[in-house]
């Protein structure tokens, strides 16, 4: 009887154990996604900062550059004359 009272007692522990274990891997888990999650906003919303700076910048730049290029296109002699 005292064997089979060991025997679950020993299970017993080798069960909190791994519960122990695994409460802790899920806690790493969460923290590592929330580290992972708040990044990559950082990043999405570096970029589209950036974007949207870029597309307003460019809206008076982008005429004056496409006219300038349609000049020297034209005014360039072609191959073909």
Do not use: H
């Not at 806690?27 to 990044?39: C, D, F, K, L, P």
């Not at 906003?41 to 597309?55: D, E, H, M």
């Amino acid at each position: 009887m005292d064997s089979e009272k060991r025997r679950r007692q020993l299970a017993r522990a080798k069960y909190e154990r791994q519960q122990q274990r695994r409460a802790e891997m899920r806690q790493q888990a969460r923290r590592r996604n929330t580290v992972i999650g708040a990044s990559l906003a950082v990043v999405l919303l570096a970029g589209g900062a950036a974007w949207a700076g870029v597309a307003i910048a460019g809206d008076g730049d982008s005429t004056k550059t496409t006219a300038a290029s349609d000049t020297a296109t034209s005014a360039a002699p072609s191959a073909s004359a």
